[in-house]
């Protein structure tokens, strides 16, 4: 049943990120809840210029990753705690 925390998390990010981008999603006027002084197209913009730069960042960091996860050495568990596949410990 983890499954259940998994959805309602992530359904919740969902959520809470709508409501970012988009104040007053769900309401039956969404324009009231907008700052004073401030457009619909405002708002969004500073929400999503800096998500996406966030973004942009994160896959230039992946891209700059790569090289490091190819190269990456697998070691199994039970060599790495110093455990002989048979459960004794190695000397």
Do not use: K
């Amino acid at each position: 049943m983890p499954w259940i925390a998994g959805c309602l998390c992530t359904g919740w990010a969902i959520f809470a990120t709508v409501v970012l981008v988009y104040p007053g999603f769900g309401t039956a006027s969404p324009d009231d809840a907008l700052p004073g002084g401030f457009t619909r197209t405002q708002i969004e913009l500073s929400q999503i210029i800096p998500l996406a730069v966030f973004f942009i960042g994160g896959l230039l960091f992946f891209v700059a990753g790569a090289g490091t996860r190819r190269h990456a050495v697998q070691v199994p568990i039970a060599e790495e705690m110093g455990v002989s596949a048979a459960g004794q410990e190695s000397a």
